[in-house]
């Protein structure tokens, strides 16, 4: 069942409730992915995309609050897509090899 605060915020994006559950599902493939060593770069990069969204929703029309929690995650996710950032197959490095 959805938290009341998740559906507040999704109303307010006119985004409920079909965003917030396909939202919720991207995080959780995102999360899920992480625990994998083949899927960590698309999983890192999904999330990452799931957070800007979110990042901005926040700057923008629901102001700042809750925003304090992005930044160390943002650059969990990133860190994890440039280390595997050849992983990835529109990767320059890729044709490199």
Not at 5 to 25: A, K, S
Not at 51 to 65: D, F, N, Q, S
Not at 70 to 92: H, N
Request: proline fraction near 5%.
């Amino acid at each position: 069942q959805a938290s009341p605060q998740d559906v507040e915020t999704f109303t307010l994006l006119n985004m409920e409730p079909n965003g917030r559950v396909l939202i919720g599902i991207c995080e959780l493939i995102a999360g899920a992915g992480l625990l994998h060593r083949l899927s960590a770069a698309y999983a890192a990069l999904l999330g990452s995309f799931v957070l800007t969204g979110a990042g901005l929703a926040h700057v923008g029309p629901l102001g700042y609050e809750g925003i304090n929690i992005f930044a160390p995650t943002y650059a969990a996710l990133l860190i994890v897509v440039v280390l595997r950032w050849r992983e990835l197959p529109f990767s320059a490095s890729k044709s490199r090899h």
